[in-house]
């Protein structure tokens, strides 16, 4: 290889790494699959094999939960954002919404130890007030969610899991299935 070639290679090798760490920054993650690192202290040799098995097992709904109801935050900004403008959320969510988010807020500004949930106040909201504000919306989404009965069907469902995996419960298998099924019915749909 010539002098100019290596140090074209080096080059373009160095902007890659740019740009991979920008990605990561932006929370992207660009390492290969299951490349994580867990917490070092806790090991499978300290629990039970069954809990083990659970967490592992939960920790696939837990992922499918938390990267579906990000999306459906990012879905609402974006339509509400075209369809009202920044300042869309004092225009269009419900008050007891908004009173729940600036409560929680309020709550988790006193411990300024630790780092903040969010920089949009629908980072603060639960999964339920997700369709909450859709169907207040109506009018700005019936183009794109089948009917209100369909979508609180989905949001119930996954509420109900959500809650169930985050509380340490465990689902079953033909549970873990329903989640999977409505988070790509809910996927395709909002495409």
Not at 7 to 21: A, C, T
Not at 176 to 186: P, Q
Request: proline content about 3%; hydrophobic content about 40%.
């Amino acid at each position: 290889m010539s002098k100019s070639k290596f140090k074209e290679f080096v080059f373009n090798g160095l902007l890659l790494q740019e740009e991979f760490n920008l990605l990561e920054k932006e929370g992207i993650s660009i390492k290969a699959s299951g490349d994580f690192s867990p917490v070092s202290r806790i090991i499978e040799a300290d629990f039970s094999p069954k809990i083990w098995h659970n967490a592992i097992d939960m920790s696939s709904v837990y992922q499918s939960i938390f990267c579906i109801e990000n999306t459906l935050r990012n879905f609402i900004v974006e339509r509400m954002s075209e369809r009202h403008g920044l300042d869309w959320w004092a225009q269009s969510v419900p008050k007891k919404i908004k009173d729940d988010v600036e409560r929680l807020k309020t709550r988790e500004e006193k411990n300024k130890f630790f780092s903040s949930r969010s920089d949009s106040e629908i980072g603060y909201t639960m999964m339920g007030n997700l369709g909450q504000i859709i169907i207040n919306n109506w009018n700005d989404f019936s183009d794109i969610i089948p009917s209100q009965a369909w979508l609180t069907s989905r949001m119930d469902d996954l509420e109900m899991a959500r809650n169930i995996v985050m509380h340490t419960g465990v689902l079953p298998q033909i549970e873990i299935e329903r989640i999977t099924s409505i988070v790509r019915d809910i996927l395709r749909q909002i495409g």
